[in-house]
């Protein structure tokens, strides 16, 4: 699966860096998310929730964050495993820039599910995870700036 997006959040650009790095903004605003330890500077545990179609799991999994370029850019990967349900694995470019009303984030995503969340079909997939991008990127852009932010994401399977 194959998802990117662009979102512009009313905040500067070094706000935006550190709410990515914060381990409660991430929890408050990751749906599903039951903890999410900060390891290191570069590492982090999480444990979520998530529902996909009828099939509702725990993933408990590890982020790690590179090619660290503060505060412009970074790329996360991690891998979460929910029993039965399956598994998550990919990783993500991040980047920030400062415009005109506050910061576009960009994003590119590359994962891959295996067991049962495989199983659904992609295009539950898809749409799943573009709302839970979706609810995340509002939820950010509410805690630093109070209004939803301008974008959107697309997701497709490859």
């Not at 709410?19 to 605003?29: I, S, T, Y």
């Not at 370029?69 to 929910?82: A, R, V």
């Amino acid at each position: 699966m194959e998802m990117k997006g662009e979102y512009v959040i009313p905040a500067s650009r070094e706000t935006v860096w550190e709410a990515l790095n914060d381990p409660e903004v991430l929890k408050e605003c990751i749906t599903g998310c039951k903890s999410l330890d900060k390891e290191s500077d570069t590492e982090m545990s999480a444990v979520v929730q998530a529902k996909v179609g009828p099939v509702k799991a725990t993933f408990k999994g590890n982020v790690t964050l590179s090619n660290l370029n503060p505060p412009s850019s970074y790329t996360i990967s991690g891998e979460g495993k929910g029993g039965i349900a399956g598994f998550a694995k990919g990783g993500a470019d991040v980047s920030l820039e400062e415009v005109e009303g506050g910061t576009r984030l960009s994003y590119e995503v590359t994962a891959q599910i295996g067991g049962k969340l495989a199983q659904l079909g992609s295009r539950l997939v898809d749409s799943t995870a573009k709302k839970y991008a979706d609810d995340f990127f509002s939820c950010l852009s509410k805690k630093l700036g109070g209004g939803e932010p301008e974008g959107g994401t697309e997701a497709s399977s490859s």
